[in-house]
Nanobody, 129 residues
């Protein structure tokens, strides 16, 4: 069974940091690009970052570039999203997802949600005093 499970969310003050984890099972990170998305109440789902299946390429949205960093572990089972200098507007449910349709495209990724077909359950991030 192909599965993604996020963790690491929580409550943090503005300016603080969190590291989200996305553990995958049933496939390897070498197989598919992985994206990070977020959705705040009343807003559309937003792609914030992605990493290619060979780990060579990463992309960040303008709203998080310079503050967020995506990485993966050598065991190729976990993707991380390091979030620094958090702002209130970063508050949302964060999801990781896999793009199984791009298995042959090893050095690219994108943050269009419609490309991704395997989703985790999400983890809540709240940035507030």
């Amino acid at each position: 069974q192909l599965q993604l499970v996020e963790s690491g969310g929580g409550l943090v003050e503005p300016g603080g940091s969190l590291r989200l984890s996305c553990v995958v099972s049933g496939f390897s990170l070498d197989d598919y690009p992985i994206g990070w998305f977020r959705q705040a109440p009343g807003k559309e789902r937003e792609g914030v970052s992605c990493i290619s299946s060979d780990g060579s390429a990463a992309y960040y949205s303008d709203s998080v570039r310079g503050r967020f960093t995506v990485s993966r572990d050598d065991a190729k089972t976990t993707i991380y999203l390091q979030m620094n200098s958090l702002k209130a507007e970063d508050s949302a449910v964060y999801y990781c997802a896999a793009d199984s349709g791009s298995s042959g495209l090893r050095s690219i990724c994108n943050t269009q949600a419609g490309w991704y077909d395997l989703w985790g359950q999400g983890t809540q991030v709240t940035v507030s005093l």
